[in-house]
C-alpha cells in the first residue's frame, strides 16, 4: 500500500534581512507497520513536517516575497542553504595589507641605504621611496577595487604612512643639504620636519579620541581634499630631496631648493589642515 507523504512549512513570519534553515521532524500515527486509519476507516498518511529555525548568517535570495505565512510545498531548493564560504573583508592577510606591511618592512633597508656612500646609495634610497609612495596609492585603490579592506589594514595604512615619511625627514636632517640658494641653513629642513611630525602625532591622537566617541565626531575628522595635497606636495617634496642627493646630478642646487619650498608648503598645508579639523570638532562639541 502507498503511503502517502505531506510536507508542510510551518513559518510564524519570515523577514527578507534574515536566514533560516530548516530541519525535518517526521511524526505519525501508526502503531504498527500498517497505515494509521482514522474513525472513518480511512487511511491517515504520516505527517512530514518541515519546521525553521533562524541563523546569524548572510540572508540568501528567496523565490518568495519577504513575508509568507502558512507556505506549503512539495520540496525546498538550496535557495534556503546559507552560504558557508567566509568574506574576503574577512580575512587579515589581504594582498592591500600585505602591500602596506612592505611599506613597514622597507624602513630599515631605506635607513641602510641612506647611509652608504658608494654611487648607488642615493638611487637605491630615492627608488624605496617613490615604491612606498606608489603601494601607498596601489592598496588604496586595490581595497576599494576589490573589496578587500580589512580593519587591520585600514589601521596599518596611515601607520606606515607616517613612519616612511618620518623616517625620511630625520634622514634629511641629519645630512642636510646645501642650496645656494639659501646658503647654508643648519635648520632649513628641521622646521618643516618638526611642524609635519608633530601635525602626525596630533592628528593621531584625535582621530582615534573622535573614534571613539563616535557620531559626528568621527565624521569631523574625516579625511579631506586639504589633507590629499599636503601629502602629494609632501611626497614630491621628499622625493626631490633624496633625488639631490646624487652628486652627480646636474643642476641640482635649482632642484633642492624646489625640494625645500615644496616641503614648506607641506608643513604649511599640514598645520593649516589641523587647524579645520580642530575648527570642525569645536563646532560639533558647541552643538
Not at 19 to 46: C, E, G, I, K
Not at 73 to 89: D, I, N
Request: charged share 10%; net charge positive.
Amino acid at each position: 500500500m502507498l503511503v502517502g507523504l505531506k510536507l508542510t512549512a510551518s513559518f510564524a513570519s519570515i523577514y527578507g534581512h534574515k536566514p533560516y534553515t530548516f530541519f525535518p521532524t517526521f511524526t505519525s500515527t501508526t502503531t504498527s507497520t500498517s497505515t494509521a486509519v482514522n474513525t472513518n476507516h480511512q487511511a491517515v498518511p504520516p505527517t512530514f513536517i518541515c519546521r525553521c529555525r533562524r541563523i546569524a548568517t548572510p540572508a540568501p535570495a528567496y523565490p518568495f516575497p519577504a513575508k509568507v505565512l502558512g507556505v506549503s510545498c512539495l520540496s525546498m531548493g538550496s535557495a534556503f542553504r546559507p552560504s558557508s564560504s567566509p568574506s574576503k573583508s574577512a580575512k587579515l592577510l589581504t594582498l592591500p595589507t600585505i602591500l602596506t606591511i612592505g611599506r613597514v618592512a622597507a624602513i630599515p633597508i631605506l635607513v641602510t641605504t641612506f647611509y652608504v656612500d658608494s654611487w648607488w646609495g642615493p638611487t637605491a634610497t630615492t627608488g624605496i621611496f617613490i615604491a612606498a609612495a606608489i603601494t601607498d596609492w596601489l592598496d588604496g585603490y586595490l581595497a576599494r577595487k576589490m573589496n578587500l579592506g580589512t580593519a587591520f589594514g585600514a589601521f596599518l595604512d596611515p601607520v606606515a604612512d607616517k613612519l616612511m615619511v618620518a623616517a625620511t625627514l630625520i634622514l634629511l636632517c641629519t645630512r642636510p643639504l646645501e642650496a645656494s640658494v639659501f646658503g647654508q641653513l643648519p635648520w632649513l629642513l628641521t622646521v618643516p620636519s618638526i611642524a609635519i611630525i608633530g601635525r602626525e602625532i596630533t592628528m593621531s591622537a584625535v582621530r582615534e579620541w573622535a573614534a571613539s566617541q563616535g557620531g559626528k565626531l568621527s565624521e569631523a575628522v574625516a579625511v579631506n581634499n586639504l589633507g590629499k595635497w599636503k601629502t602629494a606636495t609632501q611626497m614630491i617634496a621628499l622625493t626631490i630631496l633624496l633625488v639631490t642627493r646624487d652628486s652627480s646630478l646636474s643642476g641640482s642646487g635649482i632642484f633642492v631648493a624646489s625640494g625645500v619650498i615644496l616641503l614648506y608648503v607641506s608643513a604649511w598645508l599640514a598645520v593649516w589642515s589641523l587647524v579645520v579639523y580642530m575648527r570642525k570638532i569645536w563646532k560639533v562639541l558647541l552643538m
